[in-house]
């Protein structure tokens, strides 16, 4: 059996341990190249990454790997995720290859691909990856005078910055905005602070002096408290908060309160939809969205389509359905006009076009509804699966289903990495809601 090498975003794990180690990615490499040989072109792959110490390991091994197979290699150094994707689309490379492990900490690291599309790879594409990692012998190599070169891009990051600020509305600037920007020691680190400044705003910068180990560290969108705290301290208009690769936002408003992805899709779908920029009816969110996100878009005549957990089953729903909005309550926002995936900086950018159309606070532009109560428990089993398929544990989710009706719902699913059942119970009352937490979590226990 091919050993499950993808995850819900790419390959991840800790750095220096399988799969997560110089060897396995070499091979990696070699056989992701030889799924995007297509044709006598010289073949190119555009390589990034963040900022973690293991980095500086997996970024020549992933080199070696591709130039063995006969593609060109080009480094562009630290940039956020969605900059690799961008620049996978615009050199025509073959490949796009982001080394980060996200919102995780230094310790961890992993690969996500871009085809030539700057999308996601598909299902069928990482498992045909998969299969050559387990079958190395079947992994096409170049012959010496067909191997590749490497080279790094010198204006990787500017063209990164202009076309983000292409994406900010002509007819605004920053101008007298005061934002707190914390980077999270992460990808985005130099880019961020460049692209607000250059529109015009007053830039405290947060958590922008990487050291290899500080990624994720008590700073960034996992951990708001600091730029909420330095929002209030430097009494700015609004707070930014990236992860380590900034494909994902948290926002504060100029109380210090955090608002989140769910917030934030509902301030900029109903945006785009009074300006008739929205376009196929509605947006795509992950079955984790608020049910007041829900309520909130339909009264507007809008429809929410749910999809799995990951950005990458958000996009694909807009694909389908030729949607240009969507996301994941946890700050992950993919504005399909401009980019092939989720975006904290484009993000931010409509927020703060919002925010300067309003003329008004971020408490009362970004407040869009009052969220459902919702309680999320995560419980470890020997095996989820089984545990799902219990019997006492079907029933109770069936009582449960019929005591909320349509004032509530239920998601439950195992978790893609580790032996936990993750259950979610969301109500309109929030002891209904934590009494079904309860019950459900004490049933999958018996299991």
């Known amino acids: 059996m091919t050993e499950k090498l993808f995850g819900t975003d790419g390959i991840r794990g800790q750095a220096n341990t399988h799969p997560m180690t110089a060897n396995q990615l070499l091979t990696v490499a070699q056989a992701a190249a030889t799924l995007f040989l297509r044709g006598d072109h010289r073949h190119r792959v555009v390589i990034g990454k963040d900022t973690r110490l293991s980095g500086y390991m997996f970024e020549p091994a992933l080199t070696a790997g591709f130039i063995s197979a006969g593609m060109d290699v080009v480094l562009t150094g630290p940039l956020p995720t969605p900059a690799i994707a961008m620049l996978t689309k615009s050199l025509r490379a073959d490949l796009g290859v982001m080394i980060s492990a996200s919102h995780n900490p230094y310790e961890d690291n992993g690969v996500k691909f871009f085809g030539p599309d700057g999308y996601k790879l598909t299902d069928e594409q990482e498992n045909f990856i998969s299969s050559l990692v387990a079958n190395p012998s079947q992994i096409k190599l170049a012959d010496t005078s067909h191997l590749g070169r490497a080279t790094r891009m010198a204006d990787a990051e500017g063209r990164y910055i202009e076309w983000m600020k292409a994406t900010f509305p002509d007819d605004l600037r920053l101008d007298g905005v005061k934002i ?26 947060l958590a922008n002096s990487p050291n290899g180990k500080n990624i994720n560290a008590l700073c960034g969108a996992t951990h708001p408290q600091l730029m909420q705290e330095a929002v209030i301290m430097h009494q700015a208009d609004i707070g930014l908060a990236l992860d380590g690769d900034a494909d ?27 300006a008739g920029r929205l376009k196929g009816g509605g947006i795509a969110a992950t079955v984790m969205s608020n049910m007041g996100l829900e309520k909130t878009i339909a009264a507007k005549g809008l429809t929410l389509h749910r999809t799995a957990v990951g950005d990458r089953y958000v996009m694909e729903k807009m694909r389908e359905l030729q949607l240009n909005v969507g996301g994941e309550q946890s700050g992950h926002i993919i504005l399909a006009d401009d980019v092939t995936t989720g975006d904290a900086l484009i993000a931010a950018l409509q927020v703060l076009a919002a925010l300067c159309r309003s003329r008004t606070s971020a408490s009362s532009v970004l407040h869009q509804f009052d969220p459902f109560p919702q309680v999320l428990v995560n419980v470890r089993v020997s095996n989820a699966a089984q545990a799902l398929q219990a019997e006492h544990f079907q029933t109770m989710c069936q009582k449960a289903e019929k005591d909320l009706g349509p004032r509530g719902r239920l998601v439950i699913r195992k978790s893609g990495t580790e032996p936990v059942v993750r259950i979610m119970v969301e109500a309109d009352d929030m002891s209904l809601t934590q009494k079904w937490a309860d019950e459900l979590k004490n049933a999958i226990n018996r299991s």
């Open 180 to 205: 707190v920007l914390d980077c999270a020691n992460g990808a985005a680190y130099k880019v961020a602070p460049a692209v607000l400044w250059e529109l015009g705003a007053e830039v405290i910068t």
């Open 248 to 274: 994902r936002l948290i926002v504060a408003d100029e109380k210090g309160r955090v608002v989140d992805g769910d917030q934030l899709l509902a301030t900029i779908a109903l945006a785009y939809a009074k």
